[in-house]
C-alpha cells in the first residue's frame, strides 16, 4: 500500500516543484486534479489540462513521475453528471471524457468522478438517469482499459438546499448503482471520513464493499459537539453553508475519530494494495501553501505508522 494525496490542494504550485516536494515528504503517489480552466467549484485545480492534452505531454509527465521515483494513482475530476441544465451536463460529461483519454494515454488506470444528482427527479429516478449517462461513460472508459470510481460524498445541499447532490454515498444506494451498472470497472473511491459522520459503519463497509473498492481517500472527521447541541444532524439551518454543517468538520488523518490503525488493516485483510490517498479539505491547515503542506505532513506522518 502507498500514501499519496490528491493535488487539488494545491492548485498553483508549478507541476514539477509540486512531484518535487512530494517526492521529498516521502509521497509516493498523487491523484492527479484534472478540472476544466472554466471551473469555478471549491477544492478545484488543474494538473492536468484533459481538454489539451497530447502524446507528448503525457510522455513528458510520466518521464518527470519517474524521475522523482513516484506515481500517478489515478486522475480526478468531480462534477455533477447528472446536472438539470443539459448544456452544463453536456460540458462535464465531455470534460470527463477527455480526463479518461488523458488517463489512458498516461497509462493511468483509474478516473475519480462523482454520479451527481438531478434535483428534479426522485431518488429512484436518478438511479434510472445515473444507468442511461454511466452506462456510456463506461463503454468509453473501457475501451481505453479505464476504470470509472465514485467517490461517496453526499455533496450535501450542492444543487439545492436539504436536498443530496451525489446517489453514491450509502450501502443502500451502492448496490442500486451496482446492480443498474455490473460494470467490471466502476466501482468506488472509497472514503471512510463521509461514512463517520453519515452513522454509517466505515470498516464493515471497507469488507463488505472490497471487491468494489478501487481507491481509498484518507480523510478524518471530527464531531463537533457544541455544534451538534446548536444544530443537530441535519446542521445549519438559518444561514446554511453548503459542506459545513456546524456540527462535524474534515481534518487531516490522525486529528479526527477514524481508526486509521483498523480500516487500513480491514481494507489489507480483504485484499486492497493500492493507494490511501490524503484529500486535503482540513480547515485549521489551509489558507497558505505553507499551512496546506504542513497538513499534509501530518497527514503522511500519522498514516505511515499503519502502513508496511
Not at 79 to 93: A, F, G, M, Q, V
Not at 141 to 150: K, T
Not at 270 to 282: A, P, Q
Amino acid at each position: 500500500m502507498k500514501i499519496g494525496f490528491l493535488t487539488a490542494c494545491l492548485p498553483n504550485i508549478e507541476f514539477e516543484k509540486l512531484v518535487s516536494w512530494s517526492s521529498k515528504q516521502g509521497f509516493k503517489t498523487l491523484e492527479l486534479a484534472a478540472w476544466p480552466v472554466e471551473s469555478d467549484r471549491d477544492y478545484q485545480a488543474r494538473q492536468i489540462d484533459a481538454a489539451d492534452f497530447s502524446k507528448d505531454d503525457a510522455s513528458r509527465i510520466r518521464d518527470l513521475f519517474s524521475m522523482y521515483n513516484m506515481e500517478i494513482s489515478a486522475m480526478a475530476y468531480y462534477d455533477n453528471n447528472l446536472h438539470p441544465d443539459l448544456s452544463k451536463r453536456n460540458c462535464y460529461l465531455d470534460h470527463l471524457k477527455k480526463v479518461i483519454t488523458a488517463a489512458s494515454l498516461l497509462e493511468v488506470k483509474l478516473v475519480g468522478t462523482f454520479v451527481g444528482s438531478n434535483p428534479e427527479l426522485s431518488p429512484k429516478e436518478n438511479i434510472s438517469e445515473i444507468k442511461k449517462v454511466f452506462s456510456e461513460l463506461l463503454e468509453f472508459a473501457a475501451d481505453r482499459n479505464i476504470s470509472l470510481m465514485i467517490e461517496n460524498c453526499p455533496m450535501e445541499n450542492w444543487m439545492r438546499f436539504g436536498l443530496l447532490g451525489n446517489y453514491a454515498y450509502s450501502p443502500e444506494l451502492w448496490d442500486a448503482l451496482f446492480n443498474e451498472l455490473p460494470n467490471a470497472n466502476f466501482g468506488l473511491n472509497l472514503d471512510p471520513s463521509h461514512l463517520y459522520w453519515l452513522g454509517i459503519d466505515y470498516i464493515r463497509a471497507a469488507k463488505d464493499y472490497a471487491s468494489k473498492v478501487f481507491h481509498a481517500h484518507a480523510k478524518d472527521t471530527e464531531i463537533l459537539i457544541e455544534g451538534k447541541y446548536n444544530y443537530g444532524i441535519f446542521g445549519r439551518q438559518v444561514d446554511p453553508v453548503p459542506w459545513k454543517s456546524g456540527w462535524w468538520r474534515y481534518r487531516m488523518p490522525g486529528l479526527g475519530e477514524i481508526d486509521w490503525s483498523k480500516f487500513i488493516s480491514t481494507l489489507q485483510e480483504n485484499g486492497y494494495d493500492n493507494v490511501l490517498s490524503i484529500e486535503h479539505e482540513d480547515p485549521v491547515w489551509e489558507g497558505s501553501e505553507e499551512k496546506i503542506k504542513t497538513g499534509l505532513a501530518l497527514g503522511l506522518k500519522h498514516l505511515s505508522q499503519f502502513v508496511v
